[in-house]
């Protein structure tokens, strides 16, 4: 990883974490291409998603599914930890409203593995706090 790649992990994982939260279909088409390398892939409960598109496929329906409903905002626990090309983030769901606004109610370690130019390759979630049953 290069030195400003380095010194721009802050920025990307702000970005990373704000890419969930898109609301606007081109923007987030457009924060995707930013945030991962056109052959990026992210690996989450045994599914994969490679490339572009298959990115902006999956960002799209996690924003569906939680944060456009009103249910969920995405943020991340502040620690974030780098080791080389590696960063590595606690993402979170948070309830956005009810008695349990603010609580988080999902949580799951992201390894982020990063190119020279500071695109994701691979994207790694580990769940740790799985959402409770409905």
Not at 22 to 29: G, L, N
Request: net charge negative.
């Amino acid at each position: 990883m290069s030195q400003s790649t380095a010194m721009d992990v802050d920025a990307i994982v702000q970005r990373y974490v704000a890419v969930w939260s898109e609301p606007d279909a081109a923007a987030r088409k457009r924060a995707v291409a930013e945030l991962w390398a056109p052959d990026g892939v992210e690996f989450v409960e045994g599914a994969q998603f490679r490339g572009h598109d298959g990115l902006v496929d999956r960002v799209a329906e996690a924003y569906g599914l939680f944060v456009g409903s009103g249910e969920y905002h995405v943020t991340h626990d502040r620690h974030v930890t780098v080791h080389d090309d590696i960063a590595v983030l606690t993402v979170q769901l948070r309830y956005a409203k009810g008695p349990r606004e603010g609580e988080v109610a999902w949580a799951a370690r992201a390894f982020l593995v990063l190119d020279d130019d500071g695109r994701i390759r691979q994207d790694y979630h580990l769940t740790v706090q799985p959402l409770p049953e409905a």
